[in-house]
């Protein structure tokens, strides 16, 4: 019997990455919200299949502006880090989903981004920026990443 593959979807929150979860199943299995308050608060297992092929997409806590409460960060930063244990234990990680709303790329951004890609994941987990909230950008959405593509480049 084969494994599914494990995919960890990570983001500030409010990013939308339980709206990609519920996309890439179908069906509305992860809480969202538009509040103030995250939905997520632990990260949760969704069992996914494409073309025949399972995965195991995790949807972790959002990660907020460390500066708005280093405790609060802190735990996130530690459920995080559980999580990749855990998924040690269970094959590794094989893909990073790094979740962002369309705007800047600020510095929290890119802490987030170092957090998951190079300290929790030693920089060995392939990962993919989801830009999300692009359903209100003029003409086609790929124009966003056509304007805004050099900047993750000289960031890189």
């Not at 990073?96 to 957090?115: E, H, I, P, S, V």
Request: hydrophobic share 35%; glycine share 8%; proline share 2%.
């Amino acid at each position: 019997m084969a494994t599914s593959k494990n995919v960890v979807l990570f983001g500030q929150a409010g990013a939308g990455k339980s709206s990609l979860v519920n996309l890439m199943v179908g069906e509305n299995v992860a809480k969202t919200s538009s509040d103030m308050r995250s939905c997520t608060l632990q990260w949760q297992e969704h069992p996914i299949k494409f073309d025949g092929e399972s995965y195991s997409v995790f949807d972790t806590v959002g990660l907020e502006e460390p500066q708005l409460g280093i405790g609060h960060y802190l735990d996130i930063v530690e459920n995080s880090y559980k999580l990749i244990q855990y998924l040690e234990k269970r094959g590794g990680i094989d893909l990073l989903l790094f979740c962002m709303r369309a705007g800047r790329l600020t510095t929290t951004l890119q802490t987030n981004y170092r957090l998951f890609h190079e300290f929790l994941c030693d920089k060995k987990v392939p990962i993919v920026v989801v830009i999300t909230y692009l359903e209100n950008e003029a003409g086609e959405m790929d124009n966003w990443w056509k304007r805004n593509s050099d900047i993750f480049e000289e960031r890189e």
